[in-house]
């Protein structure tokens, strides 16, 4: 399958999205040639600001700049967003302005630069937040879709794109609804529920999972809040075994939305695959990086394999 | 009283309107019947932060009720000038002169921090006419004042931006991240006013933290910076005039105040930082406050 950057795409989908949109402004903090804000820095220096390892301040100058009437992106590492954490919460979420947190080198996609770089808690982080959305984009025509769609959707929005170039898996025809995941494959004894780079990875199980004789659906659900609740049931329903698959952690992510809405509306057997609750290492490779701590695709379809079982005990 | 200016250039004396006896007489006695609104409002909800409301009477008065370009009927107005009350937690005050300049009925602050209202504990720009930021949590104003500053550039908008800050507020890290941001912009829409009363929660502010000098900080941040007297209304009348003025980069006004201004026992307290006076207390104060007005 052909790989794609993710970010690069976010930030030429940014700088097409502002010609159509004068509204749109960016702030970054001395990352834009990591995060790819740099093509709309090109085209519209006028409503872009690179205002240095200010990460906590960027955040409120986006603030402002949505008070007074733009659509800010904001961006950094997702990890430095959690400095401002408070910000994002008070000024952000509470006072309900029209802001886009953009964190980039989601997970352990920056495998190189190490722990210090890796993020396990972002989105357990974000979704706690009452009128936060938080989204994740599985490939580069998700995330240019999800451009034009995060900045018309009024209120908050939580960002997170991976480092990494990755499979391409959508067409042209591809749509990004908030708030909807997408069966990407029809199956019947197991749901494989994904979001970002570990989508792909679940279409690779399936198919092995497949010869088996286990029949897995797979879906994209890259609106982790609101999260899809009345897919999850349906599933829950039909194959009683589900796996979550995400580079974050296992706890208060994707796999921490869907294990809350089975446990009150349809419970079922769940096995989540993610970063475990460890701080990680150093890698040459992001790819044996997510092996190495358990996201493998054979360790989806063991946990698929689990989990079925568990069903017909 | 004088104004000590520290600028890197001359500010002309004709620039700064003389502001009438009348008008100080005036407004003078406004801040001190916002006094009397705020202890009032902080005594029947038992809750409130006396001190730092009270040392920033003559600021808020000045801005709310002369300098500002705002309009009770339109507090959406675009080209509104905005406030934001960094230190929100003066936001009794606050309430108290929005009300008396017409932006909500004076009946309502009576509700204030009660469920349903439109007064929250802190500023809630969502709830309260006239509350341009939602407030109340340390060091935003200087960074959110910058990118409504940017906004309206973008947007070719005619409006400047004030922000209240406290001298406590000035330990925190991202106001001075703002302030860099704003010099590097060259924000002279931007204008901060720092409420220094020398206290904060847990005593005074140099023992703390020292946050001295403030001006020279300012200063290196390459803001106009001067210092006034903060509970002086002709002083912070000509400050905000003299900011106004300045085009070429954003302004500091160091207003030297005294914490819980007004009222013998409250002044330069920290006790007096986050408590509600009692029913002595409250008449004690509301007297002496009246005493002052009759005095003007």
């Known amino acids: 399958m052909k790989k794609v950057s993710i970010r690069k795409a976010y930030g030429q989908a940014l700088a097409d999205y502002g010609a159509e949109n004068p509204d749109v402004a960016v702030v970054v903090a001395d990352v834009s040639s990591s995060v790819q804000t740099k093509f709309f820095a090109e085209r519209f220096p006028e409503r872009f600001f690179n205002v240095g390892i200010t990460e906590q301040a960027m955040v409120d100058v986006a603030v402002g700049l949505a008070l007074g009437g733009m659509v800010p992106f904001a961006n950094t590492f997702a ?20 802001v886009k947190i953009v964190g980039s080198y989601s997970g352990l996609s920056n495998f190189k630069d190490g722990p210090t770089h890796h ?17 994740e984009a599985a490939d580069a025509v998700e995330v240019r879709k999800m451009v034009p769609v995060i900045a018309e959707h009024k209120g908050p929005v939580y960002l997170r794109i991976s480092r990494t170039d990755a499979p391409l898996l959508f067409d042209e025809s591809y749509e990004v609804k908030i708030g909807k995941g997408v069966v990407l494959r029809d199956g019947s004894d197991v749901a494989l529920i994904a979001s970002g780079v570990m989508v792909s990875r679940c279409l690779e199980a399936a198919e092995k999972l497949s010869k088996e004789g286990i029949e897995a659906y797979v879906v994209n659900m890259s609106t982790i809040k609101p999260l899809d609740v009345e897919l999850v049931s349906k599933l829950a329903r039909e194959t009683g075994a589900l796996v979550t698959a995400e580079d974050h952690s296992i706890i208060g992510g994707l796999g921490g939305a869907v294990a809350e809405a089975l446990g009150e509306r349809t419970p079922a057997n769940l096995e989540r695959i993610g970063i475990p609750d460890t701080f990680t290492e150093t890698s040459l490779n992001y790819d044996e990086l997510l092996d190495h701590y358990g996201m493998g695709v054979d360790d989806i379809v063991n946990a698929a394999r689990r989990t079925a079982k568990r069903r017909d005990k | 009283m004088f104004i000590f200016i520290i600028l890197n250039f001359n500010v002309r004396e004709n620039n700064v309107t003389y ?10 006695e406004i801040a001190q019947n916002l006094r009397i609104d705020a202890l009032e409002m902080i005594y029947r909800r038992k809750a409130g932060h006396p001190g730092g409301s009270l040392s920033a009477a003559e600021i808020i008065t000045a801005l709310i009720f002369h300098h500002l370009k705002i309009d009770p009927n339109k507090p959406d107005w675009e080209e509104r000038d905005r406030f934001i009350l960094s230190k929100g937690h003066a936001c009794s005050l606050l309430y108290a002169a929005l009300a008396r300049r017409g932006f909500f009925p004076r009946e309502e602050l009576q509700t204030w921090g009660h469920i349903g209202s439109r007064l929250q504990g802190h500023p809630d720009r969502l709830k309260t006419p006239g509350i341009d930021m939602t407030t109340g949590m340390e060091g935003h104003g200087v960074a959110v004042g910058s990118g409504l500053c940017l906004a309206a550039r973008i947007k070719n908008l005619k409006y400047d931006v004030y922000v209240l800050v406290g001298d406590g507020e000035c330990q925190c890290g991202v106001l001075w991240e703002g302030a860099m941001i704003a010099s590097k912009y060259r924000l002279s829409e931007l204008t901060v006013i720092v409420d220094h009363n020398h206290v904060q929660l847990d005593g005074p502010v140099h023992e703390i933290l020292p946050v001295d000098s403030l001006a020279d900080k300012w200063r290196a941040f390459n803001f106009a910076t001067f210092e ?5 209304m002709r002083e912070v009348l000509d400050a905000l005039d003299m900011a106004k003025e300045i085009r070429s980069k954003p302004t500091a006004i160091i207003a030297h105040t005294t914490k819980g201004k007004g009222v ?13 006076p009692n029913d002595e207390e409250f008449a004690q104060a509301v007297s002496e406050l009246k005493r002052r007005i009759s005095k003007q």
């Open chain 1, 79 to 98: 990890v430095l967003f959690l400095r401002a954490a408070e910000q994002i919460r008070t000024c952000v979420a509470y006072a309900k302005t029209d």
């Open chain 1, 119 to 135: 993020v396990e808690c972002d989105t357990a982080v974000m979704r706690s937040m009452p009128n936060m959305t938080v989204v």
């Open chain 2, 19 to 28: 502001h009438s006896e009348r008008l100080i007489r005036e407004l003078d």
């Open chain 2, 228 to 232: 006034i007297d903060g509970n002086n």
């Open chain 2, 264 to 276: 013998s026992f409250m002044e330069n307290k920290a006790a007096w930082h986050g408590r509600p």
